[in-house]
C-alpha cells in the first residue's frame, strides 16, 4: 500500500533519493522479517541537525553491538542527512535514519556478509504542539516493560514499547512508564524518565541493558552537571516518582517535557516546575550551539 | 537492494502477484518500522499445505492479540497461499506467510484503523538435508532468553532469536536453546524444545507468554496422547536435558529432529532414540490426512 503523503517529499533509499509515496524496500529485507535493523531520529532547527555527532555515535554503536556494518563513512552519511533535509524543506522538524542488515534470504541464522539497506526521511514538527506539552506537562501512566533484553541497543524491536504507547494514550496519558520484573521504572515508551526529588535532586535510571542511551538524556545529564546541579543516576519506583518534587521526559522530539501527573496522582503542585524549566532552558542554550 | 532470485520466482504483496524480486513494501510500512507484523511458516508436500487450519488458528490469535484486523477471509487466504505454491511450483517446501499492520505515518501511537499488508512467497525444501539432521541428529548449546514478554504471539520481533541461533551455529550447534532468568528452557530459537526422560516420559514446557505455541508442537501433543504415549507438559532445565534418554526439537521445516548433544552433554546413547523416531513416524502418518 503506497502512503498519501505531499507530493514534493522526497526519501532517501539505497543510494537514490526518490519521491516518498514510491519509496521502498524488498520484502526480503530483513528490517522487514526479523526487525534486524537500527535507527535514529535527530531534530532539525533552523535547517541544521542538532546533537547530530552524539546520534551518529550510538548509531555505530547499535550496528557494532548487533554487528551491522556501516555502509558509508559519518561524512557521507551526514552529508546525505543535510541533503534529505533539504529537499523536504525541513525548517523545524525530524530527520528520521533507519539502516536494516539488507535483503538476504530469510533465515534465521544472521549471514556474515551483507549490503546494509539505508532509509531516510524528514518532516517538519509541529512547534506548538510542543511548546503546549512543554507549558501545562503531560501525564503518564506506569505499565510492565514487555521489551527485549537489549533496550540499549536501538533497533526497530519497537511492537512492545507502540503497544505501552497506545496503552497509555487510550487511558489519556502521553506516556508510558515501563516498570521493570522488580518494580523499578526502566524509561518510557519512547522517551527517557526523570524525576526531581525533596532537595531538588535530579534522578534518572543509570545506564544498562534495560534502557536506550538516550542522547537528549546525555547532554542534559553532562550539561546539569556543568551549572552544579545535584543530579545522580539511579533506579527509581513509581512511588519515588509520586512522591516527588517534579518528574520529567527527555527525547530528541521534546528535550524536558513536565510529567504533571503519574496513574492517577498528582506529582508535586501538578504544574511544570522550575527544575523542569531550567533543565529545558540550560538544553535549549547549549543545543544552539551543537548544530551541524 | 534487489536479491538475485531464479527469474521464475513469484511472491504476493499486498493483493498482487509479482515477480520476487521486484516485490517490496513502502519504507513506512509498520512492519519495517516497528516490527508491528506477524507471520507464519507452512509445510508444503506434495504441493498441498500441512496443518493448514492449525496455521490460520494461530495466526488468527498473533493478528487479534496486537489487533490487526484479518485482510481477507480465511477461504481467500487459502486461495492464494494455494496459487503462491503452484505458481511457484513447489512440491516439497514451505510457504511464508507475513501481515504487517500496514504503511502508516511513523508514530509509536499504534493507529486505529490500518490497511494490512500481505505478502507470501514460498520455495522448495531440500529433503536430503532434513533426512540427514534425522538420521544424525543435531547439537544444541543454551543461551539466555533475551527475547520481549510476548513470545506466545508469532511477530517478526526476531532478533533475539536470530542472534541466538547465529551464536549457536559459531559454536558449531544447529539449535540455541533459550533458558528463561529462573534457569528453564524456554524453547528453541526457532522450534520448540522437548526431552525424553528416563521412564520415556515426554516432556515440553506447558504454553505461556513466555514460548510460541507451535503448530507442529500441538500436533505431536495430540498424536502421543491418542498413542496413549507419556507426555507432559512442564518445564525442565538444561540440566534435565543432559540427563535425558532422548531430546527433539519440533518446527513446521522439520518435524522431530532428535538433538543429541545439548552443551557439549551427549544426551542418552548421543544417537537418536526410539521415542523420537516414534513421535516422527507418528507425525508422518498423521500429517498425510491433514493437507488442504
Known amino acids: 500500500m503506497k502512503p498519501r503523503t505531499p507530493p514534493g517529499r522526497i526519501a532517501y533509499v539505497d543510494g537514490r533519493y526518490s519521491r516518498h509515496f514510491e519509496a521502498g524496500v524488498h520484502i526480503e529485507d530483513r528490517g522487514l522479517q526479523f526487525g534486524d535493523s537500527v535507527y535514529e531520529v535527530c531534530r532539525v532547527e533552523y535547517g541544521a541537525l542538532c546533537d ?34 533539504r529537499r523536504n524543506k ?35 514538527l509541529d512547534r506548538a504542539i510542543i511548546a503546549q506539552r512543554r507549558s501545562v506537562g503531560v501525564k503518564v501512566v506506569t505499565l510492565p516493560d514487555e521489551r527485549w533484553g537489549r533496550c540499549d541497543i536501538k533497533t526497530t524491536q519497537l511492537l512492545a514499547g507502540s503497544r505501552a504507547k497506545t496503552e497509555a494514550r487510550s487511558r489519556g496519558a ?9 518494580g523499578f521504572v526502566t524509561e518510557g515508551a519512547s522517551t527517557n524518565a526523570w524525576i526531581v526529588e525533596g532537595a531538588g535532586r535530579i534522578v534518572t535510571r543509570n545506564l544498562s ?82 548544530q551541524t
Open 209 to 290: 541493558h534495560a534502557i536506550l542511551p538516550g542522547v537528549t538524556r546525555r547532554v542534559v545529564l553532562e550539561a546539569a552537571a556543568a551549572q552544579k546541579m545535584d543530579v545522580i543516576e539511579r533506579k527509581f519506583t513509581p512511588q519515588d516518582a509520586a512522591a516527588a518534587q517534579e518528574a520529567f521526559i527527555t527525547s530528541a522530539t521534546g528535550p524536558a517535557i513536565p510529567v504533571v501527573e503519574i496513574d492517577g496522582y498528582r506529582i508535586g503542585t501538578g504544574k511544570p516546575g522550575a527544575i523542569t524549566g531550567k533543565i529545558a532552558e540550560i538544553y535549549a542554550n547549549i543545543s544552539i550551539n551543537r
Open 174 to 182: 502521553f506516556e508510558a512508564w515501563l516498570v521493570d520484573g522488580e
Open 52 to 85: 547530530l555527532s552524539e546520534h551518529l555515535d550510538r548509531l555505530e554503536r547499535s550496528m557494532r553491538e548487533i554487528a551491522i556494518p556501516m555502509p558509508m563513512s559519518r561524512g557521507a552519511l551526514t552529508h546525505v542527512m543535510g541533503e534529505v533535509v
Open 90 to 124: 525541513v525548517g523545524y522538524g525530524l530527520i528520521y535514519l533507519q539502516i536494516t542488515r539488507g535483503c538476504l534470504r530469510r533465515d534465521f541464522q544472521i549471514p556474515a556478509r551483507c549490503r546494509p539497506t539505508v532509509i531516510m526521511t524528514a518532516h517538519e
